[in-house]
Structures are given as structure tokens and as C-alpha cells.
């Protein structure tokens, strides 16, 4: 047979073991914490029918949307682009069965045929945490506190949630004086602060025609100090409170501001980012970024907000919703350059490797490993008899494991067990019955 | 903007909360036994390139395979159709970093086009273990614990699994005078014994002319009682030994009931089936296939075997490999069926709604949920304060939440929450700061 070469498609990744679990431990500390706050997992087919993602992300999206379909198929499919239009759909085609407020939670992978480049994939996993049914505010602190409590629980100390509500931008076009059919322009401007600075945006106003004295006018406030957010609301109040669209951003803001207190986080990690501006155009009110700040500007971890529109595609009349989706690929890659994975996640979960003596024994090694799992302790059987005894070690060694157990002859006729502890060769020779607590013993160490 | 029509493509499935927490229990339990017996966790891209794919699986199968791809992608993908190709091509590209024994476990979807029925899914979840690197039979022996181990587990007490050898099945036909060119014909019969009986397998074989003696000496065998398994080998060992490929498959035999019950498997759980043949054209060695068999036969939960030559598709050189695959699906509805689920997996995990009495007290309804949380209770706010009491309990009771706390005015200024247990309307007034211990004991209960 000619040989097929082993590859993985562009842009697509293989996870081994030790990947995996970190993966899994990461997973499994978002999936904890949203559960405390009641969000509830779904799962959604890989797959939706091709029309119902097309025309919902814009044409430069849609080139990268994968289409599937097999030989005698009918149904023309495309694979998820992302989790938030299969929520839509889900909660269109299930609204009976879901009581409302609806959390969910969806942890899932999403296939995109971008270009592949560093933390760029084209297969990669999303992370979304959304309430549908509430309007008010307390719903989007909610979706702030529980990534300040995700991220907090992985460890990471210094970061920024960033908040701002669409309808302060619109508020401040408004006020500055910019012509309605100059916002977008606007919004593209202002969301490149991070990059130009605000002279930069000033400038590129200035460029497009837009009037120095509305130019003046709107960059004094999106460069307000924002330290003390409640000053600098209050401030915006008495500056812009008459606009009507600007108050109810105001408004929101302020919300947000004493809601995510209530829920217990810390106001170091969040700020008011006046700029902050999110590309999605389905953004209809208050939106977050979160971003790490130490040991430099690692970039965003976090993006979300509101979209009161999104559940009506499927639906006669939309819904209020807010959520969150966390940057769980670069998220992982994080937890690796701060160190912050635990212990327990970098050992191998495989407790005890059990060498083989020789074929005669082999049984009697897999007998001991039984007795050990039955006892809670993980225990692997060296199946290959041929292997001499220090390979054996050097591949539990190779493989992390803590403990090897060593049963040859000698030991059997003496109802003992030969224990060694790898990272210091320690060894002891234990009753049989106590090997499980000794192994116990060494890894609670 | 006209309305797309909520639909999941054919043959795929949403699954809702109440479905995610039993799936991911199921998955929770063979991750933890899988993981005890040293197999380890990989994960693979959905997709993988069309050549790698197509070839494998004989023209009836590939016709299922879904192909992929993106407008402006080059490379032709396809879905994958089983987990073992990608483990084959996992494998050969990552060999350098995978110490032999490789042992791996993988759970995730694959996707075939088949005609939807009842049980049968286009897109659905594989369930692999599989060992790469071992000849000796101890390692099928190990794939046969883990099938029981899981199953064991999970509450499942009725069950066989079945063990044959592809050896022993050649070696009935050299033995009963079969010619070469029959023995495939000879096998596509045998494997219908379930259905139609030894006596419809003989018959089968007389139409397409077979000699009548041959065909006696063959039922003969396949007839064997094999409740006493050493008996059943010794005879065997008798009759055929002096046939090279028989006294291989028999050795392969006793070598699997030697290990496996030294690995603790009780013998009434197994069971020497040489009518058992398995369909895939890839075997070589032991196969095995395991049936729930109370409170009737409710069909196979798992099938597998040694395929020695499959991991040498992308590799110079081919590896021995055995492999078990549960039947994850089936187990979980027929977990349904016999009342398997735990209670703990019946209720809702969110422990405390945390009422919320109007919205000057939300934020402080807010706190006390924070306060829970930080004590390790989940807890969801009733974020809509327009919502009667009434409404926010029948809420909580209709997602099976065990508690409600409520906080008015006059708890708040008192200090206390009054928590009341939803199942049988039970209230407490309650110091705020003992609230999480007492919901603590009453899910105790």
C-alpha cells in the first residue's frame, strides 16, 4: 500500500496528553465558575444549515465559512463560525423547553479559513457565557463578574475589564455635533485609540473633514480620567445629561458600575474606556473587553456585550441579551508563559506505574494493579515482560509518573511490594495491603 | 429582515441542560477509569485532508463521508468518519514525542451520512481506547477490564462481554476442510448467528454447496458449550492444536481469560463466543463485543479488537495495536432506561436562587449570592425584580433548584435570609452568615 502522509490540515491542530490537560484543568475551572452563577451547558450541532449562517456575518466573514456535504446528501451545511447565531437558532427551536431568564454556557470549537498565523487557527475553541430575557443592567454586570471570577479563580491577578455602553459613542457623536452619516466613521476612529493614541484619532478626523471644534469637543471627553468612575460619570452627567441617548449610557454605566461592586469585584480590575468601541456591529448597548497588564499588555482575553437584536433572526420578535466570550485559546497559552497552572495539572494522573518481572509474573502485576485502582490510586501495568526493569522505570520517569511498584518473585513469596519514588529514588518495601496508602502518603507530600 | 427558520440539519441533535449534565457524567466516569488504567487523552482536528480519509473505508462507507471546504481554502477536507485513521495519522506524526506503549483514549464526534433512525445519528459521539506498542495478548486483556471497569461503574451489572480470535475462526475453517476461497463467505456467514441460529448458518452453507461433513465439523465446534472456559479450551486445544493458526488463536484465548481475570474481571461477565466474528474487514487477532443483557438483550455497547496492521498506514512500518469502542450513545440512553443516573446528576447543579424583592434591594441581592458562592455554593440571582416571589419560586422549582433564599427589607436590616427547601416548602429564618451552611446540609441530607 503506498503510504499516506500524516498531516494535519492548515491552520488545525493535534493536542497531545500533556496538553490536554491543561486544556481540560482550564475547561474545567470555567465550566465550575459558570455553573456557580447558574449558567447551564448546551451543545449544538457542528454543523447548521448553510442558509441559516449565510448573511449574517458580512461577505468578508462568509469567505472563510467552511461548506460540508456528503456524496448522496441534500442538505447544504457549513460548519459554526462562531456559537452566538447557533445560540439563536437553539433558542428559537427550543423556547418551550427553556424558562426564561436563559443562561447558557458553550464551550465548543468554531471553524474559520483564515489565514494561520501565531495564536491564529483555524480550528479553535470559543468559550460563551450569555443571559436571554433580561433587560436590565444587573444581567450584563452579571456576565462582568462571572469572567473577573473565571479569571480570577485561574489565577491571573492583573488584569482590566474594560466597560462602555454604544449608546455613550452615539451620545458623544451627539454632543461633539458629527453628522449621523459620519458615525461609523466615527466608531472606526475611536477604535483605533489603543494603536494611534487620541492625537492619532484627532488627527484622522481632521483628515476625514470633520470640524476642529467638534473634533476639540468630543476627544476632551473621551479623554477624561476615569480613575474614580464615579466622578467621571457624574461628571459626564452634568456635561451630557441632557442628550437622551447619552443619559441612558450614562445611566448604564453607572448600573454597571454598582452592580459589579454588588457581585464582589474588585474595582481595581475594571475601568470606564470611553474609546473602547468593539468591531461587531450587533452591539447594542453596554460592551467589555478584558485585557492582561502584567507583566506587559498581553492583549485581550475577553469580548462582549449587549445584542438585543441577535435572537430575533430566528424568531418572530427578538429577546434582550448580553454575554460574554472568554479568549480560552489565548487563555491557555497565558496560563503557560505566567506559570500558572497547578501542580497537580503538570504531574501525570497516572499514580503508580507497575513493572512486569517476566511473562510468569505479568499476571501478578496486572492483580496489583487492580488492587490499587480498587483503592483509588491510578496504576498503569507495564505490559512488555522483555523490557529490562530500568527501561521500565525510565518510562514512567519519561511520562511524569511519581511511584513505580516493583513485584518480582521475592516479593510475591513475602506478600510485599518494592515502592520507589521517582523524583528522589526513595524506595521502601511495603506490605502489599499498604501500598495504596503509602502512594497516597508520598503524593499528599 | 425575513426570518430563518430554526432547524438542526438531519440527523443531528441539540442537546439541552438536563441532557449536557448526563452526557458529561457518563463522559466524567469512563475519563476517570480510562485514566486509572494509564490511558491518556488526545484530541484530533474535526477535519482532516480528504487523501487521508477517502480509501479507507470501502465505497459504501465513503459515500457517508462529508467533505469540506472553504471558498477560498485550497486544501479538500473531509469530516472524520471514525476515530482510528486519525489515531493512525496522529500517530506517525507525533511518534517522536509518544513513548511505546502508547496508550490513548479520544471522545468525540464523528459524522457519517447515514439514513437517520432510531439510535443512529449523522453526526454522534465516539468513545475510543486503544494501546499501541504491545503484541502480547495482556494488552487485549487490558482493553477487555477497562469495558468492564467502565461499565461497572456506571451501575451496569448485567452485561457480557463476548471474546473470539480472528485466528480461531481461520483455524475452524482449515479445520473443517473449508476451501481459501471460501473463508470469507464462511465468516459473512458465521456472523449471522445471532439472527438466524447455527442451524440457519448450516443451511446457508449447504445452499452455496458445501460439503455437508465440512459443515458438520464446523457447527460442531462453533457449537461448543462454553461456560466452563478452561474446559472449552482443552478440548479445543485437543481436537485442533495440531493446526498452527487454531493453536494460535487458542493460546491468544486462554492468555485473554488468564489476564483478564487476573485484572479482577468477574468470569460471569465474559464469555468464549466463537461464533462472534465482527464485521470489520481489519482485525487480526482477539475481537470482543460486549451486550447489556437484562432486562433483555438491548443490543452491543461495545465492540473492538487487535488490529495489527492499520497504525502502518502512515508509517513505514506497522505496530501492534488493540482498541476497545464504547458504544457511548446507547450507554447513555439505556442509563436512562435502567435508572441509572445518580441523583446528584438529577438535580440541577445551581443550589440557591437568590430571589430578588425589588430593584433597590437587587444589589444586595447580588451580595448574598457572591457571599454563597465564596462559601462554595452556587447560586443564581432572579435578575428581573418585576417578577412576583411567586414567579421567581415556581422558576427555581421548574429547573429542580433545591433552595430558594430570600432577602427583603426587613431580613436585610435583621440580618437574616429566610431560606426556604423547595421540595417539601420548608422555611428558615436564617443568620446571613450561616446560609451557606445550612444549604450545605440540607443537600446533605
Redesign the interface.
Known amino acids: 500500500?503506498s503510504?499516506?502522509?500524516?498531516?494535519?490540515?492548515?491552520g488545525?491542530?493535534?493536542?497531545?496528553?500533556s496538553?490536554?490537560?491543561k486544556?481540560?484543568y482550564v475547561y474545567g475551572v470555567v465550566r465550575e465558575v459558570f455553573?456557580?452563577?447558574?449558567f447551564?451547558?448546551?451543545?449544538?450541532?457542528?454543523?447548521?444549515?448553510e442558509?441559516?449562517l449565510m448573511g449574517n456575518y458580512g461577505a468578508d466573514a462568509?469567505?472563510?465559512?467552511?461548506?460540508?456535504?456528503?456524496?448522496?446528501?441534500k442538505?447544504q451545511?457549513a460548519?459554526r463560525y462562531d456559537l452566538t447565531v447557533p445560540l439563536?437558532?437553539?433558542f428559537?427551536?427550543?423556547e418551550n423547553?427553556?424558562?426564561l431568564?436563559f443562561?447558557?454556557y458553550h464551550i465548543a470549537?468554531v471553524?474559520r479559513?483564515e489565514r494561520p498565523g501565531r495564536g491564529r487557527y483555524r480550528?479553535f475553541i470559543q468559550c460563551d457565557a450569555d443571559?436571554v430575557?433580561?433587560k436590565?443592567i444587573?444581567?450584563d454586570?452579571?456576565c462582568v463578574?462571572v469572567v473577573y471570577?473565571a479569571l480570577t479563580r485561574l489565577g491571573f491577578q492583573d488584569f482590566t475589564i474594560k466597560m462602555n455602553t454604544r449608546k455613550l459613542l452615539t451620545g458623544v457623536g451627539v454632543y461633539a455635533g458629527v453628522p449621523d452619516d459620519q458615525l461609523g466613521e466615527l466608531y472606526r476612529s475611536i477604535d483605533k485609540t489603543d494603536k494611534i493614541g487620541l492625537e492619532g484619532v484627532a488627527k484622522e478626523l481632521a483628515d476625514s473633514g470633520m470640524a476642529q471644534e467638534v473634533i476639540d469637543r468630543m476627544v476632551g471627553l473621551l479623554g477624561l480620567q476615569t480613575d474614580d468612575k464615579d466622578a467621571v460619570l457624574a461628571h459626564l452627567q452634568a456635561e451630557m445629561g441632557h442628550i437622551e441617548i447619552a443619559q441612558e449610557g450614562i445611566q448604564e454605566l453607572q448600573d454597571l458600575v454598582?452592580?459589579t461592586?454588588?457581585?464582589?469585584v474588585d474595582d481595581a480590575n475594571t475601568m470606564l474606556d470611553f474609546t473602547m468601541v468593539r468591531g461587531l456591529g450587533y452591539y447594542t448597548g453596554p460592551i467589555f473587553e478584558t485585557v492582561i497588564t502584567k507583566p506587559e499588555n498581553l492583549g485581550s482575553v475577553q469580548g462582549g456585550g449587549r445584542y438585543d437584536e441577535l435572537i430575533?433572526?430566528?424568531?418572530?420578535q427578538s429577546l434582550p441579551t448580553t454575554g460574554i466570550s472568554l479568549g480560552i485559546e489565548r487563555i491557555i497559552d497565558l496560563m503557560d508563559q505566567l506559570d500558572l497552572y497547578p501542580e497537580s495539572v503538570k504531574q501525570s494522573?497516572?499514580h503508580v506505574l507497575v513493572t512486569v518481572f517476566d511473562d510468569n509474573l505479568?499476571?501478578?502485576s496486572?492483580?496489583l494493579?487492580?488492587e490499587l485502582?480498587?483503592a483509588g490510586v491510578?496504576?498503569?501495568?507495564?505490559?512488555?515482560?522483555r523490557k529490562s526493569l530500568g527501561k521500565q522505570l525510565g518510562?514512567a520517569e519519561?511520562?511524569g509518573m511519581p511511584c513505580a511498584a516493583i513485584i518480582g518473585s521475592d516479593e510475591l513469596a513475602q506478600g510485599v511490594v518494592k515502592l520507589k519514588r521517582l523524583a528522589d529514588r526513595h524506595e521502601e518495601t511495603i506490605q502489599r495491603g499498604d501500598v495504596a496508602q503509602t502512594v497516597q502518603a508520598w503524593l499528599d507530600q
Chains 1, 2 share one sequence.
Do not use: C, Q
Not at 503510504?3 to 492548515?10: F, G, M, Q
Not at 462568509?62 to 446528501?73: C, D, F, N, S
Not at 430575533?312 to 418572530?316: E, K, T, V
Not at 491510578?378 to 515482560?385: G, N, T, W
Open positions: 500500500m503510504k499516506l502522509k500524516p498531516k494535519t490540515p492548515k488545525m491542530r493535534d493536542f497531545l496528553p496538553d490536554m490537560y486544556r481540560e455553573e456557580s452563577f447558574g447551564e451547558p448546551i451543545s449544538t450541532p457542528v454543523m447548521e444549515l442558509k441559516n462568509e469567505k472563510l465559512i467552511y461548506h460540508a456535504k456528503h456524496t448522496e446528501g442538505e451545511l460548519l439563536s437558532r437553539f428559537a427551536e427550543h423547553e427553556l424558562p431568564p443562561r447558557r470549537p471553524w479559513g480550528e443571559i430575557g433580561i436590565g444587573a444581567a454586570a452579571e463578574s471570577a454598582k452592580y461592586r454588588a457581585f464582589g430575533g433572526l430566528f424568531r418572530h494522573p497516572i505479568l499476571a501478578e496486572m492483580k494493579a487492580a485502582r480498587n491510578s496504576a498503569e501495568v507495564y505490559l512488555d515482560p518510562y519519561g511520562k
